[in-house]
């Protein structure tokens, strides 16, 4: 496999395991279960099934991994997924072209078909006391 498709699967898995823990994972989970069942039409949807349960278990695990701030399971679950788009690209080599279009959609500025579309706030009037904070996503926010 060439390094650019290695590279490719890298960002696909990183991509893929920080949608894990979004806002936006509800989508990311089901265009996920699209790119690793598409070639494999023939097995139906239990295929679909099996990827989907497959990503909630990685989801349950990484979400624990992060409560328990244990980067080394967490590193293995992007592992585990990067290892599997590779595998993915090295079985059909076409796959590239879809994971780069689901790579700009899991992206936070994935545009209006990414993460959730587009955000536009707007704020009138005045204020006399007080913040306004408006914000698209907000991640790993710890209060103190």
Known sequence: MDAELTALAA?????????????????????????????????????????GSELDEAREELVAARDAEDA??????QAEWRNRMRRALRDDPEAAAE??????????????????????NTISGGVQHG???QAHTVGDVTLS
């Open 11 to 51: 960002a696909g898995a990183t991509a893929l395991v920080q949608s894990m823990v979004g806002d936006g994972w509800a989508a990311a989970r089901e265009r996920a279960v699209g790119f690793f069942t598409r070639r494999r039409a023939q097995d139906g949807d239990g295929a679909a099934d099996a990827v």
């Open 72 to 77: 080394d399971t967490a590193a293995d679950v």
């Open 99 to 120: 994971l780069r279009v689901l790579l700009d959609e899991l992206a936070p500025d994935g545009g209006e078909e990414g993460r959730g579309g587009a955000v536009r």
């Open 131 to 133: 913040n306004v904070i």
